[in-house]
Structures are given as C-alpha cells and as structure tokens.
C-alpha cells in the first residue's frame, strides 16, 4: 500500500505542475480534466503525508530513547511514542478508505421515485411524509429539489411521485435509501384506534445524461394528453402532459407538472434516461455478484428496509440493526446519523472483502 501511495505523490506532483503551466491552461477542457483528477487525489496525499509525519515521530521517539537515560524524559517519550503509534493505526485505515474504489455515480444528482404500496389511502399518506422528509434533508443541505411528476388521491397523499435532488454527492448520501419503508401507526381515518401496518417503495436512480446511455428514439413513443390532478393540483386545458413508452423495456414514464409540453417531454425523458441507466447497472452488477437483492422489491410487508413505528417512537434500519427514538426529528428531515451510518458499514464490508 505505501508503494502505492508513493507512486500517487508522485503524479500529484506532475499533475500540479500541469495545471500551472500556461500551455495546459489554455486548453479548457485539459485543464478541468486534470484539475478533477487533482482533486480526487488530495484527500489521500494528505493522509499519506499525514501518514509519514506520524512515522517519523515513532522513527525519532526510538531514536530518542535507546539514547536517554533519564527516567522521567523517557517516559514522556514512551507517551509519544505510544500516541503516534496509534495516530498511524488510524490513519492507515482513513487511507484505506479512501483508496476503496468510488462509485462513478456518487458526485451526481438523483431523481427519486416514492410509491404506495401495501395500506391503500395510508400507504399514500406515509409516501407523503417521506417526500416532505426527503424535501427537508435536501433543504438542511442546500440541495434543491425539483417535483418532475406527481399522482395523489383525494386526501392529500401521494400515490406515486419522482422528482429530482440537485447538490453536491447527493447520490453518495441518498443511494441507501432505495427500498421499502414500512410504517406501523393509527391512521387518522381509523376510528377504532388499531395500529396498521403499510408500506412505501423508494428507487434512488443516478442522473443519468445522453452520454450515459444510448437510446435509439425510434425505440421510443411519446403520446401527449390533457393532464389532470386534485388537490390543487394545475389542470391544464391544452395538451401538454407527456407520457414517453420506451418500447424495447417497457419503461413508461408520465411528466404534467409543467404547463408546457416541450417541457414535460424533456423532463419525462430525463427520467427515462435515469431509470435505463439503473436497469443496466444493476444487471452489471447482479453479474459480478450473484447475491444482490433488488433495490426496491414488491412493496409487500415482508420486504423492508426500515420501519418507522409511530406509537413506540422510533426508526429501525434493518440492514443495519440501528434504531432511533426520534422518529419526529427524522421525518423533519434529520437524516445524517442514519446515513453516516449506512455508509460506515458499506465501506467496513468492502474492506473486509478486499483484504
């Protein structure tokens, strides 16, 4: 590993003296290509030469005292000795994470799509809660969210809803929330008091451009129709809604929301180039491991990655056995402890399979 990480300083160094030089400048394009790949590796040339800091205090602490006699200045050697010996242990792991492989899709934005499943009128009322959750966490990262499509019923829940997450690593946070999402709680249409049990479907896709995937539009057939909703929801009288079927899958995806049917095309069809993006994806990755579940799955009960328990006040992470007793600030949109904790467990398991 450390020779690795000596042959990585070295390129550090190359590519910043490229980025200085007046030729490389004046080629944009090179330039912004270097400066990403300068960018990827700082992180972990700091922590190497963090690393080697740490190592020449040990190397100079022995030094030190196979030459000291005196008891007390050896014992505050030994004390340095032993903390710095600890500070290489820890950097030595930061390393390794940082030299795991990164998912392509990490730096880009997602698009979101939240679906009742099983509970009916309940189920489409608790996808309304995740989108206002999803919506606040965006907003406590300064992220922007952007409604593409939206089906609700009569009560103000959502049937279904895909919209979009622009910031920062949006999907490097957000990919660990695809799955089903059960709630148990009394719903307020419920007289006699029962606690039921329903559940909501999340797929987190990558935002995928045309370069990401190569559609032929003959394989695709846009209809356009009048679009309609409730709730307030605009209802426009021309006919501006888009529905885009992607022939070959199957794919079919609807966008309204804009009045303008240009509009609602490309969005609709942003959405398809996502959502065949994920399909090959995934089939890329069931081939290189046998054993990977389905992001989503059928929305039946049994099939959960999370239950949020109304009465008890808590939030349970099945995959990682973590359950939190705030499930208000939660739903708020305070989200960080449970995704720092997801992806703390994803890269301990992808170390533990690349040693």
């Known amino acids: 590993m450390l020779e690795k990480l000596a042959d990585l300083e070295k390129k550090y160094i190359e590519l910043n003296d490229k980025i200085n030089d007046p030729e490389t400048i004046s080629d944009q394009n090179l330039w912004r290509s270097l400066m990403k790949e300068h960018s990827d590796l700082t992180p972990i040339i700091e922590k190497y030469r963090e690393y080697k800091t740490a190592e020449n205090a040990v190397s100079d602490a022995l030094e030190m ?19 710095n010996k600890d500070k290489l242990t820890r950097i030595k792991d930061e390393i390794k994470i940082l030299l795991l492989p990164k998912d392509p899709n990490d730096e880009k934005n997602v698009i979101m799509e939240i679906r009742g499943g099983a509970g009916g009128d309940e189920a489409a009322l608790f996808a309304a809660d995740l989108f206002r959750m999803y919506s606040r966490y965006a907003e406590r990262k300064r992220w922007q969210t952007e409604v593409l499509s939206v089906n609700e019923n009569d009560l103000g829940g959502i049937k279904e809803i895909s919209f979009m997450i622009k910031g920062k690593n949006a999907y490097s946070r957000l990919k660990y929330e695809s799955g089903v999402h059960r709630v148990q709680r009394v719903p307020t249409t419920e007289s006699g008091g029962r606690i039921h049990t329903s559940t909501v479907t999340v797929a987190v896709l990558p935002e995928a451009e045309e370069l990401d995937v190569n559609i032929n539009m003959n394989d695709v ?110 739903l708020d949109g305070d989200l960080d402890e449970l995704m720092d904790t997801l992806i703390t467990t994803d890269q301990a398991e992808k170390l533990k399979n690349a040693e």
């Open 65 to 83: 005292l196979d030459a000291e006699t005196d008891e007390e200045f050896r014992q505050l050697l030994k004390d340095e000795l032993s903390e």
């Open 221 to 330: 057939r846009i209809d356009v129709f009048r679009a309609s909703g409730n709730g307030g929801q605009c209802v426009n009288t021309t006919d501006s809604a888009v529905r885009v079927t992607h022939l070959p899958t199957g794919i079919v995806v609807s966008c309204q929301n804009e009045k303008s049917q240009i509009k609602n095309k490309a969005q609709a069809l942003k959405v398809l180039y996502s959502r065949i993006y994920e399909m090959e994806r995934a089939k890329h990755e069931a081939e290189i491991s046998a054993d990977r579940k389905s992001q989503v799955g059928t929305g039946d009960r049994s099939e959960r990655i999370r239950t949020y328990n109304f009465p008890q006040g808590r939030v349970t992470d099945h995959r990682i056995k973590l359950t939190l007793h705030r499930i208000e600030a939660i």
